[in-house]
């Protein structure tokens, strides 16, 4: 998408700074070797002295380690062994399903604002019969939301070692899959804090599969996720770290995966959740 010129603010400006160092740092050869203050700053044509205050933050906030590589004391820098460690995974759910207690703490984090996500769906939920939670984790979405909307029957779509520990609950059902080969039928796919996880090309081919799941005139695709400027660009960088190529994106960005996935139009629900808002698309 061509982004509209004009000029930057110092905030912005400072942002992508820090956007280009975590991208260099993490994507170079610092993988292996830790660079100087010097390479760095002159791999990216910024001013070494502004660029030192920024390393010592993420340092301080234990991202990239400081070692004192020459006899010169110029600092090098490097990632912290708990970034290396997750980069040799695939990618995080690849990491989760051999790490089960990294994937109960993830899941119990997002457990904590799907109490917030109900209330603001439940119009979206009028006249359901069934409703799939594409990426839906411990099901939680969907058991708070069959307990206010007790006519709905809820799937609660995820990989297998994530519904293998999902509770059990009457009216959902757990089931296993790869929601890129094909999402279980239901009247509406609702999917939560999942797309932001994925580059464009990715969330595209996961949109693609929601039509197929729903009826095609009455069919809806509630899309519940994070938008920029509800998010800090910060938490943009770090889905570079977690998810390699998931990102944040504007409204813009979002219409314009929709557009490529084939949907024809949106409607935006507010969602009183710091990071959220809400897309109901359609075919
Ligand atoms: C950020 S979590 C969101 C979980 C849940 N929607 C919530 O908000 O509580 C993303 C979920 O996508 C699931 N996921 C990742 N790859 C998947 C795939 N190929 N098929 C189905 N689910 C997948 C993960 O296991 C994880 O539970």
Request: with cysteine; charged share 25%.
């Amino acid at each position: 998408m061509e982004e509209k010129r004009r000029e930057l603010t110092w905030e912005e400006e400072e942002e992508h700074a820090k956007v280009d160092v975590w991208k260099h740092l993490l994507k170079s050869r610092c993988h292996g070797s830790p660079m100087t203050l010097l390479e760095l700053s002159s791999a990216l044509s910024c001013d070494p002295s502004h660029l030192y205050r920024l390393m010592r933050a993420l340092v301080h906030r234990k991202i990239f380690k400081d070692l004192n590589t020459t006899q010169k004391g110029s600092s090098g820098y490097a990632q912290t062994p708990s970034i290396q460690r997750l980069r040799k995974y695939k990618d995080l759910w690849s990491f989760s399903a051999t790490n089960p207690d990294h994937s109960k703490l993830f899941n119990d984090a997002m457990t904590c604002d799907a109490k917030v996500v109900v209330p603001a769906e439940i119009k979206s939920c009028k006249g359901l019969e069934t409703i799939v939670g594409v990426g839906g984790g411990n099901g939680i979405l969907l058991r708070l939301l069959v307990e206010v909307c007790p006519w709905i029957w809820g799937i609660n779509f995820d990989l297998s070692h994530v519904v293998s520990v999902s509770p059990e609950c009457d009216r959902v059902e757990n089931v296993a899959g790869d929601m890129f080969d094909c999402v279980p039928k239901a009247d509406a796919v609702i999917t939560k804090g999942v797309l932001h996880d994925w580059g464009d090309d990715d969330c595209i081919r996961i949109l693609k599969k929601c039509p197929e799941a729903v009826p095609k005139d009455t069919g809806k695709v509630i899309i519940i996720d994070a938008k920029l400027a509800n998010v800090k660009l910060m938490l943009d960088v770090v889905m570079i770290v977690d998810t390699k190529k998931g990102k944040e994106r504007s409204l813009e960005e979002w219409e314009y995966i929709l557009g490529e996935a084939d949907f024809t139009g949106h409607t935006i629900t507010h969602v009183h959740a710091i990071q959220y808002f809400g897309i109901q698309a359609f075919s």
